[in-house]
């Protein structure tokens, strides 16, 4: 069953990633062009209606997940590597390095989420806020999940070989410590990139990320909740969307996480 279920990842992640990155050129519409009267139900020619601008929904929700998921990927590769520097550093150094390390991410966890979106939203262009916010409130997080992991293999036997042979502690590290926590590290990008979507999302529905009338699933929410009485599929199909990106990537990093878990 488990090879089943990385079988399904395996083909229908990325289909589904290949169909949000390539979203805008499948649309059948102009996305930000008004096309017919506002908030048409659907119909003909308009599968999901309209909007209040008289835009294709259809179209601004194929459109509007691209900016999105590369912002998220972005960020949450950002998180994972700082995370994982600091997780490797705090783990292998001296009692000094992990104490200032791990009292630095305590300090980043005291502070909400989205408390610091917001306080990097405010200083920073909304991309750049999404991936200060990420970083912040994530990498605290993989630092002290890599950092106990370090602790637990450091003394291993085939570490201490590697260091009997002569090798460097950086090599060390690298070669040896960190192939083994591969899927730790991935199962964990996978939730950065779950927080990043999340990010990114709370703030573009807020108005500190993109501006109308770029597609975004986010900001349709927010820009098509005056009209859900007339057409209701202007806010259920970017909903329906944002969230079925983020379970899909949620689950294919938990399979595949449990079979290399298995393998090992």
Avoid: K
Avoid at 100 to 124: E, F, K, Q, S
Avoid at 188 to 193: I, V
Avoid at 235 to 248: I, Q, R
């Amino acid at each position: 069953m488990r090879a089943l279920g990385v079988a399904v990842a395996g083909v229908s992640l990325p289909l589904l990633l290949g169909v949000v990155l390539l979203g805008g050129v499948l649309a059948p519409q102009d996305p930000t062009a008004s096309v017919a009267a506002a908030w048409q139900p659907a119909g003909p020619g308009h599968p999901l209606g309209t909007d209040g601008l008289g835009r294709d929904v259809w179209s601004r929700v194929l459109a509007g997940g691209r900016d999105l998921l590369v912002t998220g990927v972005a960020a949450a590769l950002a998180a994972s590597l700082v995370g994982v520097a600091g997780g490797l550093a705090a783990g292998w150094a001296g009692r000094t390095w992990d104490r200032v390390l791990t009292g630095v991410a305590d300090l980043l966890l005291a502070v909400p989420t989205l408390l610091l979106a917001l306080l990097a939203a405010v200083a920073l262009p909304g991309r750049a806020a999404v991936v200060v916010a990420t970083v912040c409130g994530g990498a605290p997080l993989t630092l002290r999940v890599v950092r106990d992991a370090v602790r637990s293999l450091r003394h291993s036997g085939y570490v201490e070989a590697a260091l009997c042979r002569g090798e460097r502690p950086v090599a060390v590290v690298v070669r040896e410590v960190l192939p083994v926590m591969r899927g730790l590290v991935a199962a964990d990008l996978g939730l950065r990139l779950v927080v990043a979507l999340q990010i990114a999302s709370a703030l573009n529905l807020l108005g500190f990320g993109v501006s109308p009338p770029a597609p975004d699933w986010a900001l349709m929410l927010r820009e098509n909740m005056p009209g859900i009485a007339a057409n209701p599929a202007a806010v259920a199909a970017p909903a329906v969307a944002l969230g079925l990106v983020t379970v899909a990537l949620a689950l294919a990093v938990q399979t595949v996480t449990h079979h290399r878990g298995s393998d090992g």
